[in-house]
C-alpha cells in the first residue's frame, strides 16, 4: 500500500513526467511547421555541435582534475582544503559568468594576462565556445570531486593496509587499487557533469547571449530564445525535445550505473617514490585550486576597490585602496532581490524535506528501485527539455511572476536529487529501532522516530536544496517578471541572480557594478554553506557512489 509516497510521486508527476509527455505532444500537433519554423531561425547541427562539445568539454575536464583533487585530499584530509576546492559550488552560475567576462576582457583581465592573450576570447566564434566551456568545467570540478572522493573513501581500509604490507607505493595503490574500486564513482561524476551541464542554460546565456552568431548557442538557450525572442513555441518545444531525447541517454546511464554493482579496470600502475608523489600530487592540486579561487578572489578585489584601477595594463591583482562604495550600493539595490532569493529558496528546501523524505524512506523500505532510477532520470534530465508546459501551466494558474509560482516547479531538481540521497540513507538505516517502536506499540513512528533519528541528514539536505534553489537562472527568467513590490499580498518574484543579470545588461563595462553584483548574489549561499560545511559534505557523500 502506498502510503507516504503519494505526494512525491504527485509532485514529480506535475512538475516533471507531465510537461516532459506535453513537449513531445506539443511538436506532435504541429511537426512540421515547428520543423519549417525553427530550422530556418537557427542552424540545429551547429547547435546540437555546441551542445555536445561544450558538455563533453566539461565532463572530461572536470572529471580529470576532479580524480587528482580527490586523491590529494584523500591523503590529506584537511577542512580547508575541501572548503577552498569547493568554492566555486557556492557561486551562483550567474555571479560566476560575471566573474569571468572580467577575468577574459581583452589584456585587462587576469586571465587574459596571465596567458599572454591581448583579445577577448568571447568576442570570436573561434575561441567563444572554448572559452565558455573552460567556465563551465571550473564550476562543475567540485562536484566531481565530492562523487570521486566519496568512492574514494568508501574503499575498505583493510585494503589499503593490505596494499602497504604489500610494499605498493601510494601511486601504485591510487592507480593499480583504488581507481578501480573508485570507478563507478569516476564514470558517475563524468555521466553527471556531461549531463548537468547539457542542461547549464546560465554561463553561455549570461556570458555571449549564444554569440557570436550562434557560436555559442546550445539546445537550451535556443529553447529559450523560440519562446521568447522569436514568440515560436512549438519551435521550442521541438529543439526541447531534441535535448530531452539527447540528453536521455546519459541520464539513464547515471540511473543505470547507480543501480550496478560497479567496474574493474586498473591504470598502469607507474612506481613513484612516495615523498615525491605527495610533493607532486600536492603541486599540481595547488595549481588546480589557484585555477578554482582566483577568480573569486578577484571579484573581490574589483568589487572593493575604485573602478580607476581596472583597466591597467598589466593588470593590478593586488589590494591597493579600498572601498565598499559599491557593495553598499549594489547591496541597498538587491534587497527586493535577496528577499525573493530567500523566501523561495526556503520554500524550496521545505517542500524538498516534506516530499522526498516520506517518499524515499517509503522507496527504500519497499526496495522501489524503479522509483529510484526514475528520480535519477529527473534530476539528470534538463529542466529546459519541458520548461514550456510548466510556463503554460503556471501562467493559466496566473502564479508567473509570483513565489509560490517560481518556488514550486523549482523544487523538481532539488526533490528528485534528494529522494536520490535520502533512498541510499534509509536503505541503510537500522531496522532494530522500527522494531522496538512496533514492539512498543508506537504510532506514527515516522514523525516520531525516523525523521528525528535523521535529523543530521535532513540539515544536510535543506542546505543543498537552499544552495540550488539560489542558483537558479532559468527558471526565474521564465517565471517572474519583476522584483518584489515589497507590497502584501506579494508580487515580483524576479531573485538575486537576475539582479546579478541586469548588471551585464547596461549597456557599459562597469566591472565594479559586476562584480559587487556578483558578490551580493553569492555572499549569502557561500556563508551558509562555509557555516553549514560538514552537514553540506554529509549530504553529498551519501549519494550512492560506493565502488562495489
Request: hydrophobic share 55%; no cysteine; glycine share 6%.
Amino acid at each position: 500500500m502506498v502510503k507516504y509516497s503519494i505526494p512525491y510521486l504527485t509532485y514529480i508527476a506535475i512538475f516533471g513526467i507531465i510537461p516532459l509527455i506535453l513537449t513531445f505532444v506539443i511538436v506532435g500537433v504541429n511537426f512540421s511547421g515547428a520543423i519549417k519554423s525553427s530550422f530556418s531561425t537557427a542552424p540545429p547541427l551547429a547547435i546540437i555541435y555546441n551542445t555536445f562539445f561544450f558538455s563533453l568539454f566539461t565532463a572530461v575536464v572536470s572529471t580529470l582534475l576532479g580524480y587528482i583533487l580527490a586523491i590529494t585530499v584523500d591523503m590529506y584530509p584537511k577542512k580547508l582544503l575541501i572548503l577552498l576546492i569547493l568554492l566555486p559550488f557556492t557561486i551562483p552560475f550567474t555571479a560566476s559568468a560575471l566573474i569571468w567576462v572580467i577575468s577574459f576582457y581583452g589584456g585587462y583581465g587576469w586571465f587574459t594576462y596571465l596567458l599572454g592573450i591581448n583579445y577577448d576570447p568571447l568576442y570570436f566564434s573561434k575561441s567563444a565556445l572554448f572559452a565558455v566551456s573552460l567556465v563551465s568545467a571550473w564550476s562543475s570540478v567540485p562536484l566531481a570531486f565530492l562523487l570521486i572522493l566519496a568512492s574514494l573513501r568508501s574503499i575498505p581500509k583493510e585494503i589499503k593496509e593490505s596494499s602497504q604490507i604489500d610494499g605498493l607505493t601510494l601511486s601504485q595503490y591510487y592507480f593499480k587499487i583504488a581507481f578501480p574500486y573508485s570507478l563507478k564513482g569516476i564514470l558517475l561524476a563524468f555521466l553527471i557533469t556531461f549531463v548537468l551541464s547539457m542542461g547549464n542554460f546560465d554561463l553561455p546565456y549570461v556570458m555571449t547571449q549564444g554569440g557570436p552568431g550562434f557560436s555559442t548557442t546550445t539546445l537550451p538557450l535556443i529553447v529559450y530564445f523560440m519562446m521568447f525572442q522569436y514568440d515560436n513555441f512549438s519551435g521550442g518545444a521541438l529543439f526541447a525535445s531534441i535535448l530531452a531525447l539527447i540528453a536521455s541517454i546519459p541520464a539513464i546511464g547515471v540511473a543505470l550505473l547507480v543501480k550496478s554493482k560497479g567496474f574493474r579496470f586498473s591504470l598502469p600502475a607507474v612506481k613513484i617514490p612516495d615523498k615525491v608523489f605527495r610533493v607532486l600530487m600536492l603541486v599540481v592540486s595547488s595549481i588546480i585550486i589557484i585555477f578554482l579561487d582566483f577568480p573569486v578572489y578577484w571579484m573581490i578585489l574589483v568589487a572593493t576597490r575604485p573602478n580607476t584601477l581596472d583597466f591597467l595594463k598589466p593588470p593590478v591583482l593586488i589590494p591597493k585602496e579600498f572601498t565598499l562604495s559599491y557593495v553598499i550600493s549594489s547591496l541597498e539595490s538587491s534587497v527586493p532581490y535577496i528577499i525573493s532569493s530567500v523566501v523561495v529558496s526556503l520554500i524550496v528546501g521545505i517542500l524538498t524535506i516534506v516530499l522526498s523524505s516520506l517518499g524515499a524512506y517509503e522507496g527504500a523500505r519497499k526496495f522501489w528501485f524503479w522509483l529510484l532510477l526514475l528520480s535519477i532520470y529527473l534530476y539528470a534530465l534538463p529542466s529546459t527539455s519541458y520548461i514550456i508546459p510548466v510556463y503554460l501551466m503556471t501562467s493559466d494558474l496566473h502564479l508567473i511572476n509570483t513565489w509560490i509560482g517560481l518556488a514550486l516547479p523549482s523544487a523538481i531538481f532539488t526533490a528528485s536529487f534528494a529522494f536520490w540521497t535520502m533512498f541510499n540513507f534509509y536503505i541503510d538505516f537500522p531496522k532494530v529501532y522500527e522494531e522496538a517502536a512496533e514492539i512498543d506499540g508506537m504510532k506514527n513512528k515516522i514523525l516520531r522516530l525516523i525523521l528525528p533519528l535523521s535529523r543530521p541528514f535532513l540539515i544536510a539536505t535543506f542546505v543543498i536544496s537552499f544552495t540550488f534553489a539560489w542558483h537558479l537562472l532559468f527558471y526565474p527568467l521564465v517565471l517572474s517578471e519583476t522584483p518584489y513590490q515589497m507590497n502584501f499580498p506579494p508580487t515580483g518574484s524576479e531573485t538575486a541572480t537576475i539582479f546579478a543579470l541586469n548588471a551585464i545588461s547596461q549597456g557599459s563595462v562597469n566591472w565594479a557594478l559586476l562584480a559587487s553584483s556578483a558578490l551580493v548574489a553569492s555572499l549569502p549561499v557561500i556563508i551558509v554553506s562555509y557555516v553549514a560545511q560538514d552537514y553540506m559534505l554529509r549530504g553529498l557523500y551519501s549519494g550512492g557512489v560506493k565502488g562495489a
